[in-house]
């Protein structure tokens, strides 16, 4: 199976690992072109402005919503859960996909980072996570479920296809969420 990761900006070398360590091959999905040639995506954690302008300059925002309009599987951790709201407090929405409202950088600045163990539905044992500069999950629509929650918030979310993540599992070699969307291809 291709799990293609958005390798714009950010952490998509360390995305890329986790869905080898999950049995996939990864693809560096940097055209369109590339991004035909997957079965699922990974949308990484970095900048989400940053993000959001190299995907529109590479002519990638109209094939991923495409994409995920067709079913193909989205993870999205931390800007990459900012790069699939529809909702952005603080900025625009990118993708508009995933029906939230997300607040950027909520959780503090780079200094206050912080790793945890988060309780997943449908994943065995707590998945670590990291969270840096992570955004906050303020509102989700009827459709989206919450699949972990930490301090009282959602911290991974999910509607049909799509998966998003308030923090970075694949800085840590953590692999399960990946494993998870790969189980929805």
Known sequence: MKAGVLALQGDFREHAAAFALAGATPIEVRTPTDLADVDCLAIPG??????????????????????????????????????????????APLLGLLDATIRRNAYGRQNESFEADVAVRGIEEPVRAVFIRAPIVERVGPGVAVLAEHGGRPVVIEQGNLVAAAFHPELVGEARLHAYVLGKV
Request: proline residues 4%.
């Open 46 to 91: 970095g900048e989400s402005t940053t993000i959001g302008l190299l995907a529109r300059s590479a002519g990638l925002v109209a094939p991923i919503r495409d994409r995920a309009a067709a079913g193909m599987p989205i993870l999205g951790t931390c800007a990459g859960m900012i790069v699939l709201a529809r909702e952005v407090e603080g900025g």
